[in-house]
């Protein structure tokens, strides 16, 4: 398969979060804010991808009954990497997401690849799979971030831009994470629908 064709299944036709609804707690919980979303996003790219890799080296050699809790080795090691760097160079956006990173562990995105895709394929096969599943979360996150911001706090950008000064504050608020979710994921299959 193409890259491209692999990048549109990711992004739009087999999304984690908008057609396969899994990944919702960092979802739901992170995209207050657009840097939020993107942090998370590209945060969770970065282990999908290492992960994926590992994995795939090591799919011949990790006996099937152990299979699960070898994957979850593999995957906090990488978060634990990424929680580290994150606390030394962006400290700020560790602090905001908080519990959401080292719970990258546990996310369905991330285990769900490795035991569908990258334990069966090639690593290269693979790596493209964590890129692109990757880069499919961070969409649906940052379009859910900028609804949210938006529509909730009246700025883009954390704060950088002001947009209007009577915000919505029920968006950044969980029920504000359920509504815009709901929209984006009827808009998405309103599309997919309309491409078929």
Excluded: H, W
Excluded at 130 to 147: D, E, K, N, Q
Excluded at 183 to 193: D, E, G, N, S, T
């Amino acid at each position: 398969m193409s890259f491209g064709k692999n990048l549109k299944e990711g992004l739009f036709t087999n999304n984690p979060v908008l057609v396969q609804l899994i990944g919702m707690c960092p979802t739901l919980a992170t995209t207050t804010s657009v840097v939020n979303g993107v942090g998370m996003g590209l945060s969770a790219t970065a282990v999908l991808i290492c992960s994926n890799i590992v994995i795939s080296l090591l799919r011949k050699f990790i006996p099937n009954k152990v299979r699960i809790a070898a994957y979850i080795t593999v995957i906090a090691g990488f978060v634990t990497m990424i929680d580290l760097l994150l606390q030394a160079f962006i400290p700020s956006l560790s602090a905001s997401l908080g519990l959401f990173i080292p719970l990258i562990v546990v996310n369905c995105i991330i285990l769900g690849r490795a035991e569908a895709f990258a334990s069966k394929n090639s690593v290269g096969a693979s790596a493209v799979d964590g890129l692109v599943m990757g880069l499919g979360f961070t969409f649906a996150l940052v379009i859910m971030s900028v609804v949210r911001e938006l529509l909730g706090a009246g700025t883009i950008g954390g704060g950088l831009i002001t947009v209007f000064s009577q915000p919505a504050t029920i968006m950044i608020l969980p029920a504000g994470g359920f509504l815009t979710l709901g929209f984006v994921i009827a808009v998405m299959q309103k599309l997919l629908k309309k491409g078929e």
